[in-house]
Nanobody, 119 residues
């Protein structure tokens, strides 16, 4: 059973930084796309940053230049470094991964971690 466990959220003042982590566990053959999404109250879940199997990275326009997605292949962990945080970044952040297992390709979600940016 594959699981994604997120950590690193919290309360920070505007201009501050946080680093989110998403650790994958279970029997994993390989990863395809991985990414971070967020959902603010009353809004739809939106893509924040994504890295493809080939290493291509995409960011939402609202976070370009402030957020950095990366991964540690040895630890099966995905990161999101968030700098210069703004109150509008407040949301629940979810990691998502498309993973190849013994039963094929599946999409998984983490449980979410709250990020709150105060003004």
């Amino acid at each position: 059973q594959v699981q994604l466990v997120e950590s690193g959220g919290g309360l920070v003042q505007a201009g501050g930084s946080l680093r989110l982590s998403c650790a994958a566990s279970g029997i994993i053959f390989s990863f395809n796309n991985e990414g971070w999404f967020r959902q603010a109250p009353g809004k739809q879940r939106e893509l924040v940053a994504r890295v493809t199997y080939g290493g291509r990275i995409n960011y939402a326009d609202s976070v370009k230049g402030r957020f950095t997605i990366s991964r540690d292949n040895a630890e099966n962990t995905l990161y999101l470094q968030m700098n210069s945080l703004k109150p509008e970044d407040t949301a629940v952040y979810y990691c998502n991964a498309v993973i190849i297992t013994s039963t094929g390709e599946h999409a998984y979600w983490g449980q979410g971690t709250q990020v709150t940016v105060s003004s």
